[in-house]
């Protein structure tokens, strides 16, 4: 008798530093020191059992976390539901699993609202996938898997810290610079000079003058200087071109031609008479300056007869209509005269050309 009382005493020991344990890590701890305040039902699902002495077994069972015939005996660990009879656990608290380890075991933090089966298992939170939510969903790394892989990866994954393997126009660790020969955002093209499926073939065996070429097509577009493309090939520039200089995408003569010589590209000649023309005259002659100054001196004279022929039929004319008028007042016609010619002779003695240029004249052919 007494030896069942010292058990008693030490199983309500037990149970004391239990429910202290429980309240220290801030669980609501049960309190089951009535009579049958952890029974289902408290009282009334209290009762005499066949083969249990007294009246204060529990006959429906006992609450959560709560095993024994009275209801007086905590689950182990972090188990919810345990067997009444010696407290074996089959269902673990929320947030743990394992019931046959006695639910020592978490769920992961990535669980949706931190819970999961009895094996782990669970629904995962946003970039997570995997069994147990430890795994970042593919193109994603990082711990909390917030970091984006590299498109420069294979299959676009990469471990936890971006490291992986490189598609073949990227390198580094991440896979997030060119290869060589590449370039681009996405390093999709090849670097001047260089052309092929794997941007490996020089442009040098397209053209020996070629700069930049289709990557793949061995055609130029772009050449050294003094030179142009035309049909994918490298041509020189004009030899009429001033600095044999000339636009690389045409061949148009760029700081125009040398004397003799005009159109785009500075292949056609000057007229016969002509020492410079202009690179874009379509024709037009321009006259030097010592056969303009003959020119002028010919119209001048040209001009000085006009004036005095129509002068003298002036005076012819106006004598004819006065035939009976006194010799004095023909004389005082005379100097009348004599200032009409001087006028006439200042007037042609002046340049008779205008042009821009002082020392062209320009004419259509």
């Known amino acids: ?17 239990l429910f202290i344990f429980h309240l220290c890590n801030g669980e609501e701890a049960i309190d089951c020191s009535g009579r049958c305040a952890c029974c289902i039902d408290e009282e009334f699902g209290c009762g005499t059992s066949p083969g249990i002495h007294g009246d204060t077994s529990c006959l429906k069972g006992s609450v959560d976390t709560i095993y024994g015939h009275r209801c007086k005996n905590p689950c182990r660990s972090n188990c919810l539901k345990c067997t009444q009879d010696i407290g074996e656990c089959f269902a673990c608290k929320p947030g743990f699993y394992g019931n046959l380890t006695n639910c020592v075991d978490s769920c992961s933090i990535r669980c949706i609202d931190g819970t999961c089966e009895n094996d782990g298992r669970c629904t995962c939170i946003q970039n997570f996938e995997g069994n147990k939510c430890d795994t970042c969903v593919q193109g994603r790394y ?18 936890r810290n971006g490291s992986c393997s490189c598609l073949h126009n990227f390198n580094g660790q991440n896979c997030d610079v060119c290869a060589a020969n590449y370039e681009g955002s996405a390093c999709e093209s090849c670097d001047d000079g260089f052309y092929g499926k794997y941007c490996s ?8 003058n070629c700069l930049k070429c289709k990557r793949d097509d061995e055609y130029c577009m772009k050449c050294k200087n003094g ?48 020492s410079s023309c202009g690179q874009f005259s379509n024709g037009r002659i321009y006259i030097t300056s010592s056969t303009n100054t003959a020119l002028a001196a010919l119209v001048g004279l040209f001009a000085t007869l006009f004036m005095c022929t129509a002068a003298g039929c002036y005076l012819w004319n106006r004598r004819r209509s006065k035939p009976k008028e006194n010799n004095s007042e023909i004389q005082l016609d005379q100097p009348e005269t004599e200032r009409a010619y001087e006028q006439l002779q200042r007037q042609t003695s002046e340049p008779t050309y205008r042009d821009v ?7 259509p052919m």
């Open 227 to 274: 030179y142009f493309s035309s049909n994918g090939n490298c041509v020189e520039c004009g030899i009429n071109c001033l600095e044999r200089k000339c636009d690389p995408t045409n061949g148009r003569c760029t700081l125009g031609c040398k004397a003799g010589f005009w159109s785009d590209i500075c292949d056609a000649n000057c007229n016969l008479n002509c």
């Open 142 to 159: 990082g711990d909390n898997c917030e970091h984006t892989c590299s498109i420069g990866c294979i299959g676009n994954t990469c471990n």
């Open 357 to 363: 240029d002082a020392n062209y004249t320009v004419l």
């Open 201 to 208: 073939k020089s442009c040098i065996l397209v053209d020996s």
């Open 1 to 17: 008798m007494q030896i069942m009382k010292t058990s008693q005493k030490i199983k309500a020991y037990i149970f004391y530093l």
